[in-house]
């Protein structure tokens, strides 16, 4: 989907967990391997949580169709998770809906990870390592589909 100056609400039920993860830890992160945050809080004085973040150009990491892309996609995924990590995070839905592919050709592809609904702080490096094989399993799903 490409938008110009279009924001994404995404409601849930959520605790402020995700957005302080997003808005702080993961600042320095947006706009290239995140989406940028415009705003959160809780939808019109109810429960409801939300995160309005820009929407970014990009399509859903299974419409990977070729080795090489699949391959590429998942190096950079792995080093955009283990930044996140790094920062303290752990996303806490890791699939291919949430992963996004940009490129203009497989030598320049980034991908972009979306829904922090989920998003905890300060995982444990068991959390994290399982985060990296849920997202290793993810991409040998699309190995086996791009052959």
Not at 59 to 71: H, K, M, R
Request: proline share 4%; glycine share 8%; with cysteine.
């Amino acid at each position: 989907m490409r938008c110009r100056n279009t924001v994404l609400l995404r409601i849930d039920a959520l605790a402020t967990a995700p957005c302080s993860c997003y808005a702080g830890f993961l600042q320095e992160l947006q706009g290239h391997l995140l989406p940028v945050l415009h705003g959160s809080g809780y939808w019109r004085g109810r429960n409801s949580f939300f995160l309005a973040t820009a929407v970014v150009p990009g399509e859903p990491v299974d419409g990977c169709t070729d080795a090489a892309a699949v391959q590429a996609a998942a190096q950079a995924a792995q080093q955009a998770l283990q930044a996140i990590h790094q920062r303290g995070v752990a996303h806490g839905d890791v699939c291919k809906d949430n992963i996004l592919v940009q490129q203009a050709d497989s030598s320049d592809l980034q991908v972009v990870f979306i829904g922090f609904g989920h998003a905890y702080l300060d995982p444990s490096p068991e959390q994290c390592e399982r985060e990296l094989a849920r997202l290793a399993q993810v991409f040998r799903s699309l190995f086996k589909s791009s052959d």
